[in-house]
Nanobody, 114 residues
């Protein structure tokens, strides 16, 4: 099986920054898509960003220009750099890995508040 573990969440003031990390382990194929979703209370899970097997990144309009997805080439780890955070960014942030199916992390809480 595949394990996906997020870290880096926490409390940050509006306008601040956080960097989330996602580490995957187990029987992982070399070609795979990884990325991030978030889920705020009472709302549906929202796709944020993905990186394809070819290395191309895509972003949701809601975070384009503020969030950056990157990958550690030497390890099965991806990062989400979040800048200019807003209170509406408050959510549980979930990492995913997809090849033959989707694997989810358990999430890391991001709270943007003064």
């Amino acid at each position: 099986q595949v394990q996906v573990v997020e870290s880096g969440g926490g409390l940050v003031q509006p306008g601040g920054s956080l960097r989330l990390s996602c580490a995957a382990s187990g029987s992982i194929a070399s070609i795979r898509t990884m990325g991030w979703y978030r889920q705020a209370p009472g709302k549906q899970r929202e796709w944020l960003a993905s990186i394809t097997p070819g290395g191309s990144t895509n972003y949701a309009d809601s975070v384009k220009g503020r969030f950056t997805l990157s990958k550690d080439g030497a390890a099965n780890t991806v990062f989400l750099q979040m800048n200019s955070l807003k209170p509406e960014d408050t959510a549980v942030y979930l990492c995913f890995l997809y090849n033959t199916r989707t694997y989810w992390g358990q999430g890391t809480q991001v709270t943007v508040s003064s």
